[in-house]
Nanobody
Framework: QVQLIESGGGLVQAGGSLRLSCAAS????????MAWFRQPPGKEREFVAA??????DTDYADFVQGRFTISRDNAKNYLQMNSLKPEDTARYYC??????????????????WGRGTQVTVSS
């Protein structure tokens, strides 16, 4: 069974930092675009960031404004979040593309999803 498992969420004050991790089990995703999405309370899920399989290309939502960095290694992918704001409060989800060696970071081609990790930023 393929699973994506997020970790690293928590409660942090505004201006603080968190590092989210996403680990895969059941298969390897080294050849797949990986991404992070989030769903704020009462809102729809939105794209946050994506990284290509080789790590050379990344894409970020406009609201990131240089505060977040997505990265990956052979085992996991990560989302380093700095200068957090209360509006960053959301459940953050890791996703993996359906097909290998494709790059459509904001598209709908993500077939694998984790259960999410909660990030709460207090003012």
């Amino acid at each position: 069974q393929v699973q994506l498992i997020e970790s690293g969420g928590g409660l942090v004050q505004a201006g603080g930092s968190l590092r989210l991790s996403c680990a895969a089990s059941g298969r390897t995703f080294s050849a797949y675009t990986m991404a992070w999405f989030r769903q704020p309370p009462g809102k729809e899920r939105e794209f946050v960031a994506a990284i290509r399989s080789n790590g050379d290309d990344t894409d970020y939502a406009d609201f990131v404004q240089g505060r977040f960095t997505i990265s990956r290694d052979n085992a996991k992918n990560y989302l380093q979040m700095n200068s957090l704001k209360p509006e960053d409060t959301a459940r953050y989800y890791c996703a993996a593309a359906q097909n290998p060696y494709t790059w459509a970071p904001r598209g709908s081609g993500y077939a694998y999803w984790g259960r999410g990790t909660q990030v709460t930023v207090s003012s």
